[in-house]
């Protein structure tokens, strides 16, 4: 796995564990899927059941078929996820002078701090956004100090 530059003021390697997955596909599906998928029942559901005078079992085969549908989409993020990074991957990330660096099983990246615009935790995962991109960490490669100095770090380069 490649070093990160000189100079980095937090570095953290970590391996992924058994229960990585269902964190990672968790707090995307909770927080980012879910939300969406309900929107879109209330948004277009609604007024299409209005519109067609399907009566209430159109409405009610939604909220019928909806849990099944929200259940098969997170165990397919779950298996996703897990093939993705699998039990065992090594991660690494360091907080460089003027970059965030980023290495797993696919390879290294330094990403500029302007680049990225906002950063969240999400219980046990962290996000963050570059453009319209998500990306989704293990939070146990960026603790609660580190998190703050990221936060710092692209507000500072963003303002540049």
């Keep these: 796995m490649p070093a990160p530059a000189p100079g980095a003021v937090h570095h953290t390697a970590w391996t992924t564990d058994e229960g990585y997955a269902r964190r990672v596909a968790g707090a995307v599906f909770w927080r980012w899927v879910l939300?969406?998928?309900?929107?879109?029942?209330?948004?277009?559901?609604?007024?299409?059941?209005?519109?067609?005078?399907?009566?209430?079992?159109?409405?009610?085969?939604v909220l019928v078929l909806l849990p099944v549908v929200a259940a098969?989409?997170?165990?397919?993020?779950v298996r996703q996820a897990g093939r993705q990074l699998p039990a065992g991957s090594r991660l690494a990330l360091a907080l460089e002078p003027e970059h965030l660096f980023l290495a797993g099983p696919l390879g290294a990246s330094h990403v500029r701090y302007e680049a990225?615009?906002?950063?969240?935790?999400?219980?046990?995962v962290?996000?963050?956004?570059?453009?319209?991109?998500?990306?989704?960490?293990a939070g146990e490669l960026l603790p609660?100090?580190?998190?703050?100095?990221?936060?710092?770090?692209?507000?500072?380069?963003?303002?540049?």
């Design 116 to 124: 990225l615009s906002r950063v969240r935790r999400l219980g046990r």
């Design 144 to 160: 609660d100090d580190a998190l703050d100095e990221l936060v710092c770090r692209i507000t500072a380069a963003r303002q540049r």
């Design 126 to 137: 962290v996000r963050l956004r570059q453009g319209s991109t998500r990306v989704f960490l």
């Design 35 to 61: 939300p969406w998928v309900l929107a879109g029942v209330v948004l277009v559901g609604v007024p299409a059941a209005l519109v067609l005078r399907t009566g209430p079992g159109f409405l009610l085969t």
């Design 72 to 77: 098969a989409l997170r165990a397919l993020m």
